[in-house]
């Protein structure tokens, strides 16, 4: 299993942090390696990825399912491969800390199945990197547009 956690803090109240993250619409284009997304319904989406590394090109699609929505701190998601074999987890947490907002990003996946052999050591890589870039994202995106 791979895990990134990153965090940061963002000189905004917590409810403007909240009003930016529970709109996936806002940064769904933040996330690194992103070429498109499919809202299903409010809580499911599915999402493409497209990236290469040692001059391989691979797309990834995954299914992402909130799990949880509990305003204004904490958003919980699962997440499922469609196009390789694997499954997923994190969330967002904001904390208001004097006016500003902590705002942490952990993000979990486990690739299985015979592809997952090849898939770990990449997924071990990217996925601390996804987070950490994901969460400097939204951060400067709210910081802009609050």
């Known amino acids: 299993m791979a895990t990134g956690t990153h965090t940061v803090e963002i000189p905004v109240d917590v409810q403007a942090v909240w009003d930016y993250v529970s709109n996936l619409e806002k940064w769904a284009t933040t996330v690194p390696a992103y070429k498109e997304h499919e809202i299903i319904n409010d809580k499911q989406s599915i999402w493409t990825f497209e990236g290469s590394m040692k001059g391989i090109k691979k797309t990834i699609q995954a299914q992402v399912d909130i799990t949880e ?8 998601f699962e997440l499922k491969g469609l196009s390789d074999n694997f499954t997923g987890s994190g969330h967002f947490t904001a904390e208001d800390v004097n006016g500003k907002t902590t705002m942490t990003c952990t993000v979990e996946v486990h690739a299985g199945g015979f592809s997952g052999a090849v898939l770990t050591p990449i997924i071990k890589w990217a996925v601390p990197k996804v987070a950490s870039r994901l969460t400097e994202s939204i951060a400067r995106k709210i910081a802009v547009f609050s």
């Open 69 to 76: 929505w509990n305003e204004p701190s904490n958003i919980k």
